[in-house]
């Protein structure tokens, strides 16, 4: 797979950086899914939809107590504009959503597995 990467080098070091092994986990999960019951297109479009996934799941573990309110403000404005992220890279899977589950899914999957 090396010579023929499906995503850029940056995000798969953007993945094993920023994510923690739990959210990693669910990263692929939701990959994986995507691939093969919606059908979506192995490219960068999946992993941002992917990523943007992830971070939601992320704010939702993220409670602010009762007299935080600009923690609140910024939980809430990060949550809507990762929605709209997920949003639009859902939007645009869906138009190049496959008549089959991508046949490079594993190969996605396995690239962004390998700890290099």
Known sequence: MRGSLLIRTELKEQFLSELTPSEKMFFLRKAREAIILHRYPVCEDLFHYCYFLTIRERFRGIGPGRDEGHLRFLLVEGVKETE???????????????PIPDSRGERFIEFLSEQE
């Open 84 to 98: 709209e992220a997920i949003k639009l890279y859902r939007e645009r899977l869906e138009r190049n959503r496959l």
